[in-house]
């Protein structure tokens, strides 16, 4: 079935520094992908919107300067944390429509952050 | 502002009764509906999709869409401990493309 691969699974980072997740799909083209972050015992809140080969549509509140998002090809999508505070620690997800059945959706694994 | 309303829970039925789980939205526009299980610390897992009104059986869970009332639910019967997980409902605009708003989530634990 349809894969979107994640990684890495769980990071720590210092305070200041940047992190990046990366996510693939691995036996689909993924012209879109979506990114969610989620904080604990909250629902998966859209970031942001990475289409391949135009700027990434980032939702209302979230700084792009921030998380850096970047569609390099139709397999590859990233998103950069920089300059981490505590506040960013969170759960990542990345979503690509398409590569399942029924108009459906295909998530990679997610990133844990913890930003000490 | 679009939104997915469900109530957080948590939710606990024995072993074997049927869980109910309800999910209503704002946006009369939204055409595809989706259930999800998430347990702690995993990604989302889709269990149902929907998109006429009217039920949708699939094994033990059935999805129920009532597009005039925007509301849509998820019945699990025969619930087993395993159920035991949150379940997000999530909508979207349009049959395929556009991003899945999702609801809080509710809550499942089912006791043996």
């Known amino acids: 079935g349809a894969v979107v691969s994640q990684h890495p699974s769980r990071v720590i980072c210092k305070s200041g520094t940047s992190v990046k997740i990366e996510c693939r799909s691995l036996d689909f083209q993924a012209t879109t992908m979506f990114w969610y972050r989620q904080f604990p015992k909250q629902s998966l809140m859209l970031m942001a919107t990475?289409?391949?080969?135009?700027?990434?549509?980032?939702e209302q509140g979230v700084e792009k300067d921030k998380f850096l998002i970047n569609h390099a090809s139709l397999t590859l999508s990233t998103l950069t944390v920089t300059s981490a505070h505590p506040e960013d620690s969170s759960f990542y997800i990345c979503?690509?429509?398409?590569?399942?059945?029924?108009?459906?959706?295909?998530f990679g694994s997610g990133t844990r952050l913890t930003v000490v | 502002q679009k939104e997915v309303e469900q109530n957080s829970g948590p939710l606990s039925v024995p072993e074997g009764a049927i869980a109910s789980l309800n999910c209503t939205y704002s946006?009369?526009?939204?055409?595809?509906f989706f259930w999800y299980r998430q347990y702690s610390g995993k990604s989302p897992e889709l269990i149902m999709s929907i998109y006429s009104n009217g039920d949708k059986e699939d094994g033990r869970f059935t999805a129920q869409l009532n597009k005039a009332s925007q509301y849509v639910s998820l019945l699990i019967r025969d619930s087993q401990p395993s159920d035991s997980a949150t379940y997000l409902c999530a909508v979207n605009h349009d049959q395929a493309g556009t991003a899945l708003i999702f609801g809080k989530g509710t809550t499942l634990s089912v006791s043996s």
């Open positions: 946006d009369r526009g939204s055409q595809s």
């Open positions: 979503s690509a429509p398409g590569g399942a059945a029924n108009y459906g959706y295909t």
């Open positions: 990475s289409n391949e080969g135009s700027k990434a549509t980032y």
